[in-house]
């Protein structure tokens, strides 16, 4: 029985992780007045993150793993699916995550980023753990095995080639 359970919970595919030097660089930790959040940089100083990080803010201050800070604008927020978009201040000094336009697979191998409690810049490392499930035609949501501990909220995602495959919710 516990040979059965064992191979139950295994990935079904191989469980590799991305290249570091793939990953370094485009999650940020999104500081507001009254908490912080993760979020990250998808090019042309335009940075994802959850809406709830950000909410009633006009502002944030971003700070990138290498110490660097910038002032971000809030442009776009949706609260219903809990995203938010934010307008980077010197962005060409920030690499922009690669995307993925394809849902993740059962076992796949992930990485996710984000900021939680008093911790900065955390890698947690993980794999698909079920089907991407449609909330409505504009929401789909892919369960991972990590575990998203306040301030990692709209933290990258990637896949095992260091593409950006969601955010942490």
Known sequence: VVEQAASFLQPTLPYTLPPETVMAG???KVDVVD???????IGGGLMFTNEHV???QV???VRGDDGSTHDAEILWTNATRDVALLLVDASEAIKSAELSCRALRVGE???SYGNPEEADFVEMAGYGAGEAREVDPRNIMVPVDVAIIPGASGGPVVDGEGKLV????
């Open 54 to 56: 950000v909410r009633n």
């Open 35 to 41: 908490g912080h959040g993760s979020g990250v940089h």
């Open 26 to 28: 485009f999650a940020l």
């Open 166 to 169: 969601g955010i942490n919710a």
């Open 109 to 111: 191998a992930i990485v």
């Open 59 to 61: 502002a944030a201050v």
